[in-house]
């Protein structure tokens, strides 16, 4: 399996879509840190482009490495290599390298701007956006995988992930809008909050936001999140939902490889 997963690792940086993903967020960081020069402005506006981008890349970019793949995953199914070995590895190769080009695109400017900063350095909150990123990445390539596995076609493959993309980040706000003004003499706040945990990427917004506290940046979700918890109680939460909404995905996917007939 580590053979498969050095591999795959090496194979994805030879894709140029891999090289141009890092050229994005490393332009984009380098942009935004020479015009703002303060930490908190540069991962407020980060923060909205990462619950946007980063899903809807990392879901075309995993649903076209698998399909692509498809002639080398049969070569290796005629080899004394078990499925969950193939599976895993790819996946794991395609979710790393994507994160390891969005870490260095975000943190190569944060190093070489840190002396030039004049507020302080805000570790911990950079910190916070790098780890959303990264988890964001391996629940959508997880489920890039899990569409990939279930759909012959290419194009019903695509349109699933498109679909999917446009639920998580822009079809669920509008939900929950609706909800809580056509609900909104009743108490919501456990139901809305119960909501929130079905949407990674309104996880992953709150995940940030509780370092930031920034109460424009809050939506009805992250606001209610705020209020119930206070920052450590919050973010153990957070960050055992989004444990959970990469294994889901990925056990399902991988269950349902075990038992394609390729």
Do not use: C, H
């Not at 050095?6 to 967020?25: A, D, G, Q, T, V």
């Amino acid at each position: 399996m580590l053979k498969l997963l050095k591999y795959e690792f090496y194979n994805m940086y030879r894709n140029k879509w891999i090289i141009f993903y890092l050229l994005f967020f490393l332009i984009l960081t380098t942009a935004l840190f020479y015009f703002a020069k303060a930490p908190v402005k540069v991962v407020s506006t980060l923060l909205q482009l990462v619950i946007l981008v980063i899903p809807l890349i990392s879901l075309i970019l995993g649903t076209i490495f698998l399909y692509d793949s498809r002639n080398f995953i049969e070569l290796l199914l005629s080899q004394p290599v078990s499925r969950k070995k193939i599976y895993l590895s790819k996946y794991l190769g395609t979710s790393i390298s994507l994160s390891v080009s969005f870490l260095l695109g975000i943190w190569i400017p944060y190093t070489f701007f840190l002396k030039q900063i004049e507020a302080p350095p805000e570790y911990f909150l950079y910190t916070a956006l790098s780890v959303s990123g990264t988890f964001l990445t391996f629940i959508f390539v997880a489920f890039a995988f899990l569409i990939a596995t279930f759909f012959e076609d290419r194009v019903k493959g695509f349109g699933a992930s498109i679909l999917l993309w446009l639920y998580m980040t822009l079809i669920y706000d509008g939900i929950i809008l609706f909800i809580i003004i056509y609900f909104r003499e009743y108490p919501l706040e456990q139901p809305v909050l119960a909501l929130s945990i079905l949407n990674p990427v309104d996880i992953a917004r709150i995940f940030v936001i509780l370092k930031l506290d920034i109460a424009a940046l809050l939506g009805y979700t992250g606001a209610i999140f705020q209020k119930f918890f206070d920052t450590k109680l919050g973010q153990i939460v957070s960050f055992s939902v989004m444990i959970l909404w990469v294994l889901v995905p990925l056990l399902l996917g991988l269950f349902k490889f075990n038992r394609k007939d390729f």
